[in-house]
């Protein structure tokens, strides 16, 4: 055990794990040295530190790479630390700009409370919300009034505004920006000093706003927080960040054995980044796992462990045990137990008409085209007649790997 040069308290082992346990998988922990000092002066006074991430209800689904920022809260909650999820209701009125090259339409009150609901929900599949500070910035936004704002205004200037990425190509490519924008990180960081933060999470497209929590809590004459970044999640193409408008997402409410199939097709590259960011297991043991598939281990075993983790987090072990064999059974060809029910018309009705009318494929085009590739089975049977028309009655219709629907053709 040893001291800082800036702190008068004792650098132990457990300050030192709890400091490797923040870093992990972070971009970056600024400053260090004073995270440092403060998780050794709350060892050794008992005091909880104070950890803060801002969210913005702007949607109401959840996906894995949102989770990456609560997974960290969850680390450092389990270490004794108080977290606190803030429900941005005031600031999503106003928009985020970060990474924006337009102003970001704001949110009416009735959409906040009801993606602000559904948040709840599902962020309790990660923190112990029972044990978290959970606030909504109203609190202190709304009483600050006209005259605490352009006072809260005059401590920050235009020029540092303008610094920001987003607004400074917005302003040499001559696209608008609304004066309402510069609000949005200046409320960001007064919710700093509102509570009294010693440390604030996010993205890592949310520096600038992190950064503006430090300096208005030197303002006040606060002790300012640190402030770490998490990276963003690449999504299932592992080039492109996880997005549901690019179809690259996993949903952390969606079915278990839909879940556990998307991260089992992940590239083997992907999977490590994965495991360090969505994975509770221990670096040692990370460590370790990776050595042994460069050893010559199947990578799909380490994939299957990463899947039944995050599966099981989110619904149970036993969802996640399913979802497992679900999975080798389609893999052996099997048909999955919960596979959507459509019932048709017009029998006898051509193969690509019903993968459309069914949803299995975009077009009847696409469906000639996996027909041509072997690509579509019928009751298990490979379908390689493009003019095949199928009769009334029930049948099990398969496109690819993972796509399935019991057809039930009437005339």
Known sequence: MHETAASPHPVTERVQEALAISMRGCDELLPETDWLKKLARSEATGRPLRIKFGLDPTAPDLHLGHTVVFNKMRQLQDLGHTVIPLIGDFTSMIG?????????????????????????????????????????????????????LVQLAARYTVARMMERDDFSRRFTGNTPISVHEFLYPLMQGYDSVALKSDLELGGTDQKFNLLMGRHLQQEFRQEPQCILTMPLLEGLDGVEKMSKSKGNYVGITEPANGMFAKMLSISDALMWRWFTLLSFRPEAEVAKLKAEVAAGRNPKDAKVMLAKEVTARFHSAGAADAAEEDFRRRAAGGVPDDIPEVTLAGAPLAIGALLKQAGLVPSTSEAMRLVEQGGVRVDGAV?????????????????????????????
Do not use: M
């Not at 970001?104 to 919300?129: C, G, M, S, W």
């Open 96 to 148: 985020d700009p970060s990474g924006r090259n337009s102003t970001r339409p704001p949110l009416t009150r009735e959409q906040i409370e009801a993606n602000a609901k559904t948040y709840f929900d599902q962020i309790r599949l990660v923190l112990d919300i029972d044990r978290a500070e959970v606030r909504y910035n109203s609190e202190w936004s709304d009483p600050l009034g006209a005259r605490g």
């Open 383 to 411: 379908v390689s007649d493009k003019a095949l028309r199928i009769v009334a009655g029930t049948c099990v219709v398969q496109v690819g790997k993972r796509k399935f629907a019991r057809v039930r053709l009437e005339t």
